[in-house]
């Protein structure tokens, strides 16, 4: 991309050089910056429904504006108590607490409004400068690198008034401050519509994993077989040499964790014999986590015991994950948060039935046995009452290996549109940065 003729150093290291024609400024040379400083005590119950004045706060930006039906309201007696944070038109709002750097522009001003704590309210003071500039200089890479310099490593997430009104920023004419935001103003939504794109190919490819999945455990993979009721009102047809089964008469035994009474943290030790819970079931990876009880504890609790193949489901909060126990892990125990499944390997191959747990077939009848509930729980019960659809042992291998290789297919699509999106947000980045730098030169 083109680049101005001649550039100057700065000696400023969020900045770099600039255009020869260009000069710097700080914030405080170009703008007004306010925000609510106390307010006599403005309780909870004066934040109203509908009042006379809007109460912004950083929660209420989405798409770097405010949407105002998201606002709390004030009486007309509050809002007059500030006049400095009474707000207009075009005014750049950005939250200095928690989140900071969050902005919005102030637009389709319906009634009067004002702030509530937690963010600046920064106006140009002169008719050479414009908010849209302003707002693409607060979105760079060069504000972010002004913070990490004046934070001096603090985890104190707060961008104090007067650090930042120090910001030193390029400065073009009017003129070009207008190209450039406008520029940005069409090249970032360009790039966020192909990200937005990306994103709902990714959850097309979601949902056609899901399907694959389903059909497979309820329909096979041989699209020539012939099909019978199954009996069941919401499974519907399944092949002709299926039976639909219980979950309870595949499975050896079906055991919930020990009370939480019985595995104590003062019990846990640095080595022995590992304690599984929902660490390890989350991250689909039996090597997680450092919790150990010792020998006798572990004989105490031998009904526990975890063993290869073992299908080991959460069951609070995180609720609803798999887990297979591989043939190589550490011997050990499960705790109050899991459900532990053993098999009748003489009915169902565990990567089967791990496969029929996870699809929408085993979710949608959880969410239909809560009765319509949270789902906050999985219990034995509600195991108990599943049904699955059951081919004979010689077709549940196949099935499982149709669907790892379709799965694998959809999973590389989806990284490479992840890594895509990846990719075109490092440039957005990038490209903010560089034009209101000056090392990208935009014309109208």
Not at 125 to 141: A, C, G, Q
Not at 171 to 189: G, H, R, S
Request: charged share 25%; with cysteine; net charge neutral.
């Amino acid at each position: 991309m083109e680049r101005y003729s001649e550039y100057k150093e700065t000696g400023i290291e969020w900045i770099g050089e600039i255009p020869n024609d260009w000069t710097v400024k700080k914030i405080k040379h170009k703008c007004s910056v306010k925000a609510r400083v106390g307010w006599k005590g403005l309780k909870s119950d004066e934040f109203l429904i509908k009042g006379y004045s809007y109460l912004v706060t950083g929660s209420d930006f989405k798409r770097d504006t405010v949407v105002w039906e998201y606002c709390y309201q004030i009486d007309q007696e509050r809002y007059e108590e500030d006049p400095y944070i009474q707000l207009q038109e075009e005014d750049l709002l950005i939250t200095k607490d928690g989140t900071i750097g969050k902005l919005a522009i102030v637009k389709n001003l319906d009634k009067p409004a004002c702030l509530n704590s937690g963010i600046f309210v920064v106006r140009p003071t002169e008719d050479d400068f414009t908010t849209k500039y302003l707002f693409w200089l607060l979105k760079s890479k060069a504000f972010s690198q002004f913070n990490d310099y004046t934070s001096y490593g603090s985890t104190i997430q707060h961008l104090y008034q007067n650090v930042f009104v120090e910001f030193w920023f390029p400065f073009p004419t009017l003129e070009v401050q207008t190209q450039i935001a406008n520029y940005l103003d069409t090249k970032t939504a360009e790039i966020d519509n192909i990200i937005a794109a990306k994103k709902k190919l990714i959850a097309l490819y979601e949902e056609e994993k899901a399907a694959v999945i389903n059909h497979a455990v309820t329909k096979g993979i041989n699209p020539d077989v012939n099909l019978k009721p199954s009996g069941v009102d919401w499974l519907g047809d399944i092949p002709v040499n299926w039976i639909v089964s219980g979950l309870k008469y595949v499975t050896k035994e079906m055991i919930s964790g020990p009370f939480g009474s019985s595995l104590k943290k003062e019990t846990y030790t640095k080595t022995g014999y590992k304690i599984y819970g929902q660490e390890q079931v989350i991250k689909g990876d039996v090597n997680y986590g450092d919790y150990y009880i010792a020998e006798e504890k572990y004989q105490e609790m031998l009904r526990y015991k975890v063993s290869a193949k073992d299908i080991l489901i959460s069951c609070v909060g995180t609720f609803g994950k798999i887990l297979q126990v591989p043939t190589k892990f550490q011997e050990g125990i499960i705790n109050p948060r899991l459900i532990k499944i053993s098999l009748n390997e003489d009915r169902i191959d565990p990567d089967y039935l791990e496969r029929v747990l996870k699809s929408k077939l085993v979710f949608d009848q959880l969410e239909a046995l809560s009765r319509g509930g949270t789902m906050g729980v999985i219990n034995l019960d509600l195991l108990k009452q599943l049904v699955i659809p059951l081919p004979p042992l010689k077709e549940q291998k196949p099935i499982c290996d149709f669907i790892t290789h379709e799965e694998g297919r959809l999973n590389n699509l989806i990284s490479k549109a992840k890594q895509l999106i990846v990719l075109l947000t490092e440039y957005r980045t990038t490209l903010i940065s560089e034009v209101v730098t000056g090392k990208i030169k935009v014309t109208a």
